[in-house]
């Protein structure tokens, strides 16, 4: 007990209160009084007006600039954000995109992962766990395909991807290998070949199809022409190209 320290009067209107709360006599009452003493002891009690202080500015007062920084607060950075949002591609592919660098796709890895499937087989190889960095750049299924368009659009010199590669590390490699003018037209090529073989993966999961990495080159090329078609123009250099 620590009624030594204990202000005489606020302790006789606590035991007060907390007899009416409790009865007299109950085993209740008493261990009330100790926990309100302990309570009472562990505050530190200033007699002046509260005031309302603003914590993301340091003089406390607000500001539509602080509360504007307050919101990201506790974000996390993505590379290649800027390159994405700058890319020259549908919004729906450029949200595929973010979501594939987040590595939030719904890969067979992914769903065996929350418990939603048993196996995680790649559906284009067949042969290794179909994560994303798997599936876009790494899968022998996606470097023949990489590797045929690279050749093909006489971007030699770039590194071609290989079994062990990450997504997001190959882009932003090759794409400091390309002169300033090419590099937006690359992120775009990036994003539609992503969003192609995205798309074979699901038509070989849910329509039980297969292709030829040929046939998927072939498709890359018509999705060129579409989105070019469409004015997505930072494909133009590549569009000429392929
Ligand atoms: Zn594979």
Do not use: K, W, Y
């Given at each position: 007990m620590c009624k030594e320290c204990f202000d005489e009067e606020a302790c006789s209107l606590i035991l007060e209160l907390v007899k009416c709360v409790c009865?007299?006599?109950?085993k209740r009452f008493v261990i009330c009084v100790c926990h309100l003493e302990l309570w009472f002891c562990s505050l530190a009690i200033i007699e002046s007006q509260d005031q309302l202080l603003w914590r993301w500015t340091t003089n406390g007062h607000y500001s539509s600039a602080s509360a504007y920084r307050a919101f990201f607060i506790g974000r996390t950075s993505l590379c290649g954000a800027k390159d994405i949002w700058a890319a020259s591609t549908p919004p729906k592919v450029k949200f595929f995109f973010r979501l594939a660098l987040h590595g939030r796709l719904w890969t067979a890895e992914r769903r065996r992962r929350h418990g939603l499937q048993a196996v995680d087989d790649?559906?284009?190889?067949?042969?290794?766990?179909?994560t994303t960095d798997h599936l876009l750049v790494a899968c022998v299924f996606a470097r023949e395909v990489w590797q045929r368009l690279i050749s093909a659009s006489g971007l030699d010199h770039l590194h071609h991807p290989l079994s062990d590669s990450r997504l997001v590390d190959w882009w932003q490699a090759s794409r400091t290998l390309l002169p300033q003018q090419f590099r937006r037209g690359f992120d775009s090529l990036v994003v539609l070949v992503s969003w192609t073989l995205w798309k074979e993966r699901n038509a070989g999961t849910f329509d039980n199809t297969s292709c030829m990495p040929t046939q998927t080159l072939a498709k890359v090329r018509e999705e060129v022409n579409a989105w070019l078609a469409a004015g997505?123009?930072?494909l133009a250099p590549f569009g000429a190209l392929l």
């Open positions: 009865g007299r006599g109950e790649c559906a284009l190889c067949d042969q290794q766990p179909e997505f123009r930072g």
